[in-house]
């Protein structure tokens, strides 16, 4: 598997943002700056990360929410590598979040081409390529075609653009998971142009544990493949955690130039870890941020994907479908890509997968960045794999 494609004032404002993101730093695993005042806005949450952090569960618990849109992996065109193609991506991005699918197919005849990914046929029979992986979209869409256009024999594929504009415009909460972008400063002029919109914007950035990454590509690629992975771990992962950190850092001291995102309290870190172990109070202070309470279809949702007892697991290979797909692999234990978990098994599985060597060089390079996001670092293999001995603080 090759990883790598894969101003009173601004000075008092950005001293107000720094505490808040320093409590996070030192403290708590979600951090959170001040409530918007514009309750009846339509909401935007981008979920920034990085590819096997957690993100496709993440996403689909937000996605829960009533009157929703969820654009999943809307950059995947333009290939992994985030720092190829910088510009056409965020114009891409903007322009999906304003509600404007004109000409996106282009976009993304163009993304295929240069990124030379293969499937772009297979992506793009949607008419869209993030309508497939997100199914409270296609629902939305089916529903509106069939309400504007009653006698329209085909309210399917592929996507419509007008039809997909009312969907989104008339959503009270839009939601897009990105991989393919590499830092929050990125998102700055995107945060930016939503604001201008009279968008409430928000941006989480989900982290996860390096080694815990490491241990999922192993799943995927094999033991085989243990130094790629390991190289792909310290000369990518670790670089845009250490990017990111480092930038947040900056903005709190007064080293850079403002951000807008930090400055109106819009950025939000959370590790994987407590969002998976802790989902629904998590899940629920997002929801504060957003002033409103936890959704019970959210809830719904996060109870049925968290610590699933073999019962709930075997009715839902009964009912077949795509969750009794994923049920059927989480019982055989090999579910590396679904969204149904164990929580407490994904957060600690790597210390007993990833071997020790690999774990002392990504220690040794990117112990700064774990510890800054509040991982443990370990001295020999007997503490690495004694699980009663956390690897995050709290």
Known sequence: ???????????????????????????????FGRFSSEDDRQKVLIILTQTRSGSSFTGEVFAATNNSVY?????????????????????????????????????????????????????????????????????????TCEQLEPDINDCGYPMRGDILRNVCENSSLLITKITRVCSVEELEDTYRHLKRMKKETYVLHLVRDLRSIASSNIK?????????????????????QKENVDYLD????????????????????????????????????????FKLPLPSEVALNIRERLQPNITFLKESVKNGGDDGRQAKLLLKG????????????????????????IVKNIQEKCGDVLKKLGY????????MKDISVPAYGH
Not at 3 to 30: E, H, K
Not at 255 to 283: C, L, P, Q, V
Not at 376 to 383: C, G, I, P, R
């Open 1 to 31: 598997m090759d990883i790598r494609r894969r101003q009173f004032s601004v000075a008092t404002s950005l001293f107000i943002s720094g505490i808040l993101v320093l409590n996070y730093i030192n403290d708590s695993p979600l951090s």
């Open 71 to 143: 654009f999943y992996e809307p950059l995947y065109p333009f290939g992994l590598d985030c720092q190829l193609f910088r510009s056409e991506k965020l114009d891409l991005l903007k322009q999906i979040l304003s509600c404007n699918f004109t000409n996106i197919d282009d976009a993304y005849k163009y993304g295929f081409g240069v990124s030379g990914w293969q499937d772009g046929a297979l992506c793009r029979k949607h008419g869209f390529c993030f309508t497939g992986a997100s199914v409270g979209l296609q629902n939305s869409y089916r529903k």
């Open 220 to 240: 995927i690629a094999g033991r085989s493949k243990l130094q790629g992975i390991k190289e792909g771990i310290l000369s990518v992962f670790c670089s845009r």
């Open 250 to 289: 900056r903005v709190v001291r007064g080293k850079t130039k403002h951000s807008s995102i930090i400055e109106d309290g819009r950025y939000i870190r959370m590790r994987y870890e407590d969002f998976a172990t802790n989902t629904i109070e998590r899940a629920r202070e997002v929801f504060r941020i």
């Open 334 to 357: 090999l579910n590396a890509f679904g969204t149904v978990r164990d929580p407490f098994k994904i957060v600690n599985e790597w210390r007993s997968i990833v071997p020790f060597e």
């Open 376 to 383: 443990k670092l370990f001295e020999n293999e007997q503490d």
